[in-house]
């Protein structure tokens, strides 16, 4: 257990480990993962089935797995992140970009992850992006976000938003407010005690949830749903 800054002894995260075509990276991450004093794997899942059986049956707090096109047996890597969901709603799902490209970041999320890193992700992302999500905020690597958002033209139903503005969490919805009043990213970090890292993606969840692409966007949605008012600008 680690001490945390009010005292108190905080439980390790319990991590499960399913990158199933790719045994050596489940190696990898599992060293990195034990090397940290307040996170530690209690399981590895060895195939599709296993996988199941791993959420039901060990008592855990998030798990990383694979986000491919296809998986051997021809399941959609995102009916496994639902599969997932659906046998262990209250677990964090960390999906990894083993193969294919950024676009998928998107269906993920919606398929119900929690957090998004891309194949060249290092072993330290997986860790911070772990801390992340356990605070219940959503995590996708800044580099990641930072190109599909400059380049994301598609846009959700206008009345589509108010559904999606449910979705978000605590965290996003603070990080909302504070992006459209005109905080920075440093400045909204200084104010929400977190990393500017963590600001950025969880800035970018937000505007990837809401179809959004600059602030003029986020403005205006915010004040129309009340967020914000004219005199907070």
């Known amino acids: 257990m680690t001490q945390s800054g009010s ?14 075509d790719f045994p050596l990276v489940n190696a990898g991450l599992r060293a990195a993962i034990e090397a ?5 794997v209690v399981g590895v ?17 998030a ?9 051997r ?16 709603p209250g677990l964090k799902i960390l999906a990894l970009d083993c193969r294919s490209g950024a676009e998928q970041f998107s269906l993920a999320l919606r398929a119900g992850a929690d957090g998004f890193l ?7 992302d997986v860790v911070t992006a772990l801390r992340c999500i356990r605070r219940g905020e959503t995590y996708v690597a800044p580099a990641l976000v930072t190109r599909m958002v400059n380049t994301y033209v598609l846009r959700s139903p206008e009345h589509s938003l108010e559904d999606a503005y449910d979705t978000l969490t605590d965290r ?26 963590s600001v950025h993606s969880t800035r970018a969840a937000v505007m990837l949830k809401l179809g959004f692409h600059d602030r003029v966007e986020l403005l205006r949605f915010a004040l129309r749903r009340g967020v914000i008012e004219v005199a907070q600008l």
């Open 7 to 20: 005292g108190a002894m905080a439980e390790p995260l319990r991590v499960l480990l399913a990158i199933l």
């Open 36 to 40: 940290e004093p307040d996170m530690t």
């Open 45 to 61: 899942a060895a195939d599709q089935a296993g996988l199941r059986e791993l959420a039901a049956a060990i008592p855990a707090d």
């Open 63 to 71: 798990i990383v797995t694979e986000c491919l096109p296809y998986s």
């Open 73 to 88: 047996e021809g399941a959609t890597a995102f009916a496994a992140i639902e599969t997932i969901r659906q046998t262990a």
């Open 118 to 124: 891309s194949r060249d992700a290092e072993p330290a």
């Open 172 to 197: 996003e919805h603070e990080v909302l407010l504070l992006a459209a009043v005109g905080h920075t990213n440093r400045e909204i970090a200084r104010q929400l005690n977190l990393t500017e890292r």
